[in-house]
């Protein structure tokens, strides 16, 4: 496995963002678990709301606001996966 590894959320061809692969296991999945609390939290404060009215623009960005961390939070947990695996 590389040592470092790029987000794949990122949408470039030269990557900015990357994973520490040599990261503790404990700090890469308090780094994933924050991403993925932050977007359920987010989300169930929403699922709760009564009388939401948006159109399809503001629905598209905040799906894009939602699923960044979504994703880098599965990068995170992918990076765990194949340390444990190794």
């Known amino acids: 496995?590389?040592?470092?590894?790029p987000l794949t959320g990122?949408?470039?061809?030269?990557?900015?963002?990357l994973i520490d692969t040599q990261t503790?296991?404990?700090?890469?999945?308090?780094?994933?678990?924050y991403r993925i609390r932050a977007v359920?939290?987010?989300m169930e404060n929403l699922a709760f709301r009564e009388?939401?009215?948006t159109d399809n623009v503001v629905l598209q960005d905040f799906a894009l606001l939602?699923?960044?961390p979504?994703?880098?939070?599965?990068?995170?947990l992918d990076v765990?996966?194949?340390?444990?695996?190794?």
């Open 70 to 76: 979504l994703r880098d939070g599965c990068d995170l």
């Open 40 to 42: 359920t939290q987010v």
């Open 51 to 53: 009388g939401l009215d």
């Open 24 to 33: 503790p296991l404990h700090i890469l999945h308090d780094a994933a678990a």
């Open 66 to 68: 939602c699923a960044i």
């Open 80 to 86: 765990i996966s194949q340390r444990l695996q190794a």
């Open 10 to 17: 990122h949408d470039s061809t030269t990557p900015s963002l």
């Open 1 to 5: 496995m590389n040592r470092y590894i």
